[in-house]
């Protein structure tokens, strides 16, 4: 059972430009949102996370929205720059870190 | 201060065979949660060893099993190996603490054929 969607499975963006991931989640239990970022090879990074008390977070050029309401949270990258190309995915759980839920993945790509 | 090492960085297995791999967790870190990455599937929780029980576990079968030493340094088991399970096997640290970060590794790379 998928808990976390997340759209679009790919993105392309011009350098400078804004990427924006979205994802939805079920399970009105989830208490703790991160993302993160994924290069070929290597395992996956927090970016930046989220906890449903709060309706945005910003960390330099990326930015999380949440819509408690909607059980939607999205993910802002501002001025994109092609060291940005990676796999991102959003991510949910209970309580912290230990048991994340993850979301399908975006794979950015930030053309020049 | 020194990542998360995981060992060994690839794998050909066959099918049938069994399989350990090995996580060192950061210094001072105490709990270590294991994943299972494949394209179809994605990112899925096998499970998290706190320091040395198992405190959560995913929708695994029985054949994934894994432990943790009083050192913290876990390892995870495959017994029976299928073709399905080949995938990127990824192990990440943490204190264990409530809103702390947890550090991923690069993961072992298993072949099953």
């Known amino acids: 059972q998928q808990q976390v969607k997340q759209s679009p499975q790919s993105l392309i963006v011009q350098k400078g430009g804004i990427s924006i991931i979205n994802c939805a989640y079920e399970?009105?239990?989830?208490?703790?949102f991160p993302w993160y970022q994924q290069f070929p090879g290597k395992g996956p990074a927090l970016l930046i996370a989220?906890?449903?008390?709060?309706s945005e977070k910003k960390e330099g050029r990326f930015t999380i929205s949440f819509n408690k309401s909607a059980k939607q949270f999205s993910l802002h990258i501002m001025d994109s720059q092609p060291g940005d190309s990676a796999t991102y995915f959003c991510?949910?759980?209970?309580?912290?870190?230990?048991?994340?839920?993850f979301g399908t993945g975006t794979r950015l790509l930030v053309s020049p | 201060k020194a990542g998360v090492t995981q060992t060994p960085r690839y794998l050909i297995k066959t099918r049938g065979q069994q399989v350990t791999l090995s996580c060192s967790p950061i210094?001072?870190?105490?709990?270590v949660s294991w994943y299972q990455q494949t394209p179809g599937q994605g990112l899925q929780f096998l499970f998290e060893?706190?320091?040395?029980?198992?405190?959560n576990k995913g929708n695994f079968p029985g054949r994934f099993s894994g432990r943790q030493f009083s050192n913290s340094r876990s390892e995870m088991n495959v017994s029976t190996l299928e073709l399905g399970d080949s995938a990127l096997y990824l192990c990440?640290?943490?204190?264990?603490?409530?809103?702390?970060?947890?550090?991923f590794g690069q993961g072992t790379r298993l072949t099953v054929v």
């Open positions: 991510a949910a759980s209970i309580g912290g870190f230990q048991k994340l839920v």
């Open positions: 990440a640290s943490s204190s264990g603490q409530a809103d702390t970060e947890a550090f």
């Open positions: 210094s001072g870190h105490r709990s």
């Open positions: 399970n009105t239990a989830f208490d703790y």
């Open positions: 060893y706190f320091s040395e029980t198992q405190r």
């Open positions: 989220i906890r449903p008390d709060v």
